[in-house]
């Protein structure tokens, strides 16, 4: 027992030591994983450091998986994820991270429009002291119309309501110290706004220009769906960047608002009604009245109800509402947490 015990603890130790992890979403990509490996084989060495690569198989229905073990099978330093099913690139690299042990994280994509050449310039700014380096595929290969255009204002929009100025959002080639993703609980189409949730956490982010190649093989996964879920999410992300812990400063002043106007309304109403003898019957503004009046008050009592959840959640699971970067204790040491 032992023995087995002794031997756990040298895997753990080794597990310790790798310096980066890549993690590769894949879904239907059988024609490019060869390439990418190849490419990958190359780049990774020349780094000078001990390095996995892990591909999260995200339930694809092609040879994909096959041709992953394959190499699995020739090179141990690749490790394989099989989902069970196509659950979406968010919930494929939300595995990755969960798997990855490197305490330097790259992400990119399977479809060799990124450039595993990139992921030095990635590691350089890392180094600099930064623990998020997003890429910016600057001279982008794509259709103007239905990806660069939607894109340039998914990307504004994005950066104004998240106060994250990034000039690309959406590019997967990415560089994470671990403890920033590791901190993350990731749904829906959230991976693309994982800089915002790490501004949120305290998070240093810079961002340096990629190469962008177009699609040579396969089909693209993107389409005007995943646009709009995009943007569904990004609404979710400000809220959770500004009020997840205060939901009631967003309900309650929509609802004081609303109810502000309804009785502004009705004040008016009332006043013509009295004073000048008018008629109500058949005026709609008595029912705008009404109902802005009783919306207010029930945006206020979502923000309570919404408040009360906030609380249990925190408090029940005992969750922070802040991350600690460091900690100098009473020997005056330093502590990173």
């Not at 096959?66 to 490790?79: A, F, M, P, Q, T």
């Amino acid at each position: 027992m032992w023995g087995r015990l002794r031997i756990g603890r040298e895997q753990m130790d080794l597990l310790k030591m790798i310096e980066l992890s890549v993690v590769i979403p894949v879904y239907n990509e059988e024609e490019n994983i060869y390439e990418l490996y190849n490419k990958l084989r190359k780049v990774l060495p020349t780094l000078n450091k001990s390095y996995e690569i892990i591909f999260v198989d995200d339930g694809s229905k092609d040879n994909s998986f096959k041709i992953l073990k394959s190499i699995h099978e020739k090179d141990n330093r690749v490790k394989i994820i099989k989902l069970k099913r196509n659950f979406g690139q968010t919930a494929a690299l939300s595995a990755g991270f969960s798997y990855a042990n490197g305490s330097i994280i790259v992400t990119m994509d399977a479809d060799l429009q990124n450039d595993p050449e990139d992921i030095p310039v990635l590691l350089k700014k890392i180094e600099e002291g930064y623990d998020l380096v997003s890429g910016w595929r600057a001279d982008r290969k794509d259709p103007f119309f239905t990806k660069k255009l939607p894109s340039k204002l998914s990307n504004w929009l994005a950066s104004k309501l998240t106060g994250v100025q990034l000039h690309d959002f959406g590019c997967t080639l990415k560089a994470y110290r671990s403890e920033v993703v590791k901190n993350l609980n990731l749904y829906g189409e959230m991976h693309r706004f994982i800089p915002a949730l790490a501004s949120w956490m305290g998070a240093s982010i810079a961002e340096v220009k990629v190469k962008h190649f177009p699609r040579k093989r396969g089909k693209s996964k993107y389409g005007i769906g995943r646009l709009i879920r995009g943007f569904l999410d990004l609404i979710v992300v400000k809220f959770l960047l500004s009020y997840s812990t205060r939901p009631i400063q967003l309900f309650g002043a929509l609802g004081i608002l609303s109810f502000l106007i309804g009785f502004i309304i009705g004040l008016y109403l009332t006043i013509e009604k009295f004073l000048f003898g008018a008629s109500l019957a058949n005026r709609p503004l008595l029912l705008l009245s009404v109902l802005l009046i009783f919306i207010g008050i029930q945006f206020i009592t979502m923000g309570l109800l919404g408040e009360i959840v906030s609380r249990i959640y925190y408090e029940m699971g005992n969750r922070k509402v802040y991350f600690i970067d460091k900690i100098l204790d009473e020997n005056e040491s330093e502590k990173k947490r």
